[in-house]
């Protein structure tokens, strides 16, 4: 008969995380977000109410600004975090130092990180925090939204159209390999003529855009960039993309794993239709 108890707790266990009484654990109620992206994915999935901390860079939705703040992604302030007193914080392995991992677990703090950094496993990503944070239906409704946006037929090598994704104009920022963008990019049917710079976001010469001859230049929404963009599209008023009007801006979807990926994707698509 014990034996048939132990394996009934252990069977309610995996279905339901337990502590080491062998009680649920209970879910985080008050959680300090240390990522944009996170703290979008947090409000999409219903739980910007537990939400007590945000960065200073979280601006979406409009509610996370009202939050309090306890710094930037590269240095939050410690005390700050902790004078939330959080159940949980969340954060991403690419963008928040690995050290205030560690010095959060000293105190005892619950950490979720968020490791996916490539678009086929942001999905994944969203489900296990879903899990963690009791949002499981939300979480796989969020899902199977961006598998949906990333699905559609491959095109062929050489009806790709070659493109260049500008971060930044001055100095020219690209967006390479092993980014979402560049992953958002090839779906789109693109080239991205960055791919094979080193980095994941290479700082290109003019020299070699101009070797490189896009078919179209993408450009991401970021603030205080026009002056530059005009500056760094006059440098390249040879290229054939940039006489016919070629370029497209598109907003900041695509940088951040979040809830608006599909979005992005469908911006790039657009862009992908300029004759």
Not at 28 to 50: C, D, K, N, Q, Y
Not at 117 to 131: H, N, S, T
Not at 189 to 204: E, H, K, M, Q, V
Request: hydrophobic share 45%.
């Amino acid at each position: 008969m014990r034996r048939i108890m132990t394996l009934i707790l252990l069977l309610f266990c995996i279905a339901t995380p337990c502590g080491a009484a062998g009680k649920p654990v209970p879910l985080p109620r008050r959680i300090v977000s240390l990522a944009p992206a996170m703290t979008e994915i947090l409000f999409t999935l219903g739980l910007g109410g537990r939400v007590v901390g945000v960065t200073s860079l979280c601006d979406r939705p409009a509610e996370a600004r009202r939050k309090p703040t306890v710094g930037g992604m590269a240095n939050p302030s410690l005390e700050a975090i902790v004078a939330l007193r959080p159940d949980l914080v969340v954060m991403t392995r690419d963008g928040n130092p690995k050290e205030i991992a560690q010095r959060l677990a000293g105190l005892g703090i619950a950490t979720h990180v968020f490791t996916a950094a490539r678009l086929k496993d942001l999905p994944a990503g969203i489900r296990r925090m879903g899990r963690e944070l009791g949002a499981e239906k939300a979480a796989g409704r969020l899902a199977a939204k961006l598998e949906a946006a990333a699905a559609g037929g491959s095109v062929p090598a050489g009806r790709r159209k070659r493109a260049l994704f500008v971060v930044w104009p001055d100095p020219l920022l690209a967006a390479g390999s092993g980014t979402i963008i560049d992953d958002a990019m090839q779906l789109s049917g693109f080239s991205n003529i960055a791919a094979d710079a080193r980095g994941t976001y290479p700082r290109l010469s003019l020299e070699t855009v101009l070797e490189r001859q896009p078919d179209l230049i993408i450009v991401g929404a970021a603030g205080g960039m026009q002056v530059p963009l005009k500056d760094m599209l006059h440098r390249l008023l040879m290229l054939d993309a940039v006489q016919r009007g070629r370029v497209c801006t598109v907003g900041d979807a695509l940088y951040r794993p979040g809830p608006r990926v599909a979005e992005g994707i469908a911006e790039l698509r657009r862009c992908g239709g300029l004759p």
